[in-house]
């Protein structure tokens, strides 16, 4: 990563690792869901937090695969308050009962960081009968950042500290479709460009970010929303793409982060003082960055809300067994 070495504002940059900017930071007394958490980022990021002393709550998909990267950071970190809980977020059914599971056990909830994702998939359906990447990159999340509001405002309101929700989006947001949100064209494939899609994806995370901001400070409550890129990183994600991933085994040390460096915005936007207040805004390399003209698009971000607000109200809850 030496391409990657100069500081700014923050102090850190994007050779800072997640580590380093969590440094000296105690998160005892805090707890944090962290989706996504069975490889990647999202893996280095329940690490990192655990290590400052941060109850990490897992969601993942495959909680053989969860309860393994448990055993491995409890090995690192005998003291670690981690444990795994099944979410599938392209299932609104799963994104329900994952929250009504958290809710059963009392915890409270001061950090949430939606995090997980998939990338460049071919065109497919999600188990709503959504395209993929929109429905698990932003609905699930959506879904469930509003079923957890609730708890975050009480928390927020019972301990007097700051609430946290991190939306991980990615520069890609800038390269979405022309028209930035294909409304009308959500399950179209025809036209279906899989990067395109994924660049829908993380656009709609980042105007949700902003939109929930907006909302939050209206009705004067002290929780934050943010939108981070964590930069190009070697992760399962190119999975679908053999020619990217090649390219990136033969040049990724100089020009892409490892994960130390790809999970360093994210925990420092989930924990550090420097954040305290700051809310709406897109960060990269630990420090404010610009996002594009219709990630900054307020009307467009409204449109969204209500157009994923209409989209999950049409599928009925889960029975109750």
Known sequence: MWLFSSKAPSGFSASSTAEEVTEGIDGNGLTAIVTGVSSGIGTETARVLALRGVHVVMAVRNMTAGGEVRETIMKENPYAKLHAMELDLSSMDSVKKFASDFKSTGLQLNILINNAGVMATPFMFSKDNIELQFATNHIGHFLLTNLLLENMKETAQITGKEGRIVNVSSRRHKFSYREGIRFDKINDQSGYNSLSAYGQSKLANVLHA????????????????????????????????????????????????????????????????????????????????????????????????????????????????
């Open 210 to 321: 902003n939109e929930l901001a907006r909302r939050l400070k209206e009705d004067g409550l002290e929780i934050t929303a943010n939108s981070v890129h964590p930069g190009a990183i070697a992760t399962n994600l190119f999975r679908h793409h053999s020619f990217v991933s090649g390219l990136i085994n033969l040049l990724g040390k100089y020009v892409i982060k490892n994960v130390q460096q790809g999970a360093a915005t994210t925990c420092y936007v989930a924990l550090h003082p420097q954040v305290k207040g700051i809310s709406g805004q897109y960060f990269a390399d630990c420090n404010i960055a610009e996002a594009s003209s219709q990630a900054k698009d307020n009307n467009l971000a409204r449109k969204l809300w209500d157009f994923s607000l209409d989209l999950i109200h049409r599928y009925p809850p889960p029975q109750k067994l």
